[in-house]
């Protein structure tokens, strides 16, 4: 049974609970005139307190929990919209900042390393220019579906703002956030959307930064787009990243 704050077991235990606790302070207030009652009288005193106790305080306490439950739920799916991006599904910006700050505060009782990569759609001002808007907001659910489906379940992804992503591969070694990276790029080469004109392909240009040492986001999320800056020089659909604090200094 669930006991967490969204589930009904927490309200059956506040209700069992909440309503023995009810009977035990009303048998305890009655039983100062049990001393004048009769043996009968006593046993009609404390049959009548209980079955009070649980036709008032069970069903009040009850509905109480309830309340608590559905309380409960609504804060969740508050949390939950202000923590994903609305269009994608994926984090927002701000929830992705924070879980990776997070992290890479506490990267020294974790992993040692990691990576973040910047994904950015390729020529996604044309999709919108060419195709409208409802068509290029069509492409950047599919570009997320996509990254979210070549990751692993630990992996972070959020939306950084218009056609950018980020994606946080904790643990990550720069050899397994290259092949990631790639992964990623070819998974959505292979990609189609739908326009006008018939079925279109996709690509992504990715920047990246992996680390093996405590390291800021600022200072990750720099090195990253430094990286995704110099793979969109060279020509776009392809990968570029670079290592910090480690004697290895790699782009792809």
């Known amino acids: ?73 609504a804060h969740h799916k508050l949390a939950i919209y202000a923590s994903t991006d609305s269009l994608t599904e994926v984090l927002s ?50 570009v997320a579906a996509t990254i979210r489906g070549a990751l692993r379940s630990v992996d972070l992804v959020g939306r950084m703002g218009g056609e950018e992503f980020g994606v946080f591969l904790p643990g990550a070694s720069h050899s397994n956030a290259e092949t990631a990276a790639e992964r990623i790029r070819k998974a959505i080469s292979e990609t189609e959307f739908l326009s006008d004109g018939g079925e279109r392909k996709l690509s992504v240009s990715v920047g990246g930064a992996s680390f093996d040492r ?7 999320y720099r090195a990253a787009d430094q990286r995704l800056y110099a793979a969109k020089q060279s020509g776009r659909n392809r990968v570029a990243l670079t290592a910090i604090g480690s004697a290895t200094q790699a782009a792809a």
């Not at 009655?30 to 307190?49: K, N, P, V």
């Not at 900042?97 to 044309?126: C, H, N, P, W």
């Not at 405590?214 to 990750?220: A, Y």
């Open 1 to 73: 049974m669930d006991f967490s704050p969204l589930g009904w077991g927490r309200v059956a235990a506040w209700t069992v609970f909440g309503t023995l606790g009810c009977m035990a302070a009303v048998l305890a207030l009655d039983s100062t005139t049990f001393g004048d009652l009769s043996a009968t009288q006593r046993q009609r005193s404390i049959l009548s307190d209980i079955i009070i106790t649980l036709l008032v305080a069970g069903p009040f306490i009850f509905f109480f929990a309830s309340k608590l439950r559905e309380l409960a739920i």
């Open 93 to 142: 910006r701000g929830a992705f900042t924070t879980l990776v700050d997070a992290y890479l505060a506490d990267v020294r009782m974790q992993y040692e390393s990691g990576a973040l990569l910047v994904i950015d759609v390729d020529y996604f001002k044309r999709i919108n220019d060419n195709f409208g808007h409802d068509r290029g907001d069509e492409v950047l659910r599919l």
């Open 214 to 220: 405590q390291v800021p986001f600022s200072t990750l």
